[in-house]
Nanobody, 123 residues
């Protein structure tokens, strides 16, 4: 059982930055694929970015390319999502998930989830 904890959300003005963290409690991320997803009110959970822990290979949804960066800190056993040039449409609850299929954009392919962290971008 992998327990995930997201931190780093908050309220920021458009154009600002936030860094989200996803840490695993009592379990290494070795062998897993870690994805960031977001869910706005009334909408389905949608893919943002994913990274394969062992290789560092990353994928992004088109709307965040060039603005968001997913990375991992092996020593800290933590995955980060650096979000720059934030827009009001980035407002959502952000979730990290752990799965086993590299590059998967389907949330159903992720087996473990954190509780989510709210990101609000004001215009």
């Amino acid at each position: 059982q992998v327990q995930l904890v997201e931190t780093g959300g908050g309220l920021v003005q458009a154009g600002g930055s936030l860094r989200l963290s996803c840490a695993a409690s009592g379990h290494t991320f070795f062998g897993y694929v870690i994805g960031w997803f977001r869910q706005a009110p009334g909408k389905e959970r949608s893919f943002v970015a994913t990274i394969t822990w062992n290789s560092g290979l990353a994928y992004y949804t088109d709307s965040v390319k060039g603005r968001f960066t997913i990375s991992r800190d092996i020593a800290e056993n933590t995955v980060y999502l650096q979000m720059n040039s934030l827009k009001p449409e980035d407002t959502a609850v952000y979730y990290c998930g752990a799965g086993s299929i590299s590059g998967s954009q389907n949330p159903n392919r992720y087996n473990y989830w954190g509780q989510g962290t709210q990101v609000t971008v004001s215009s």
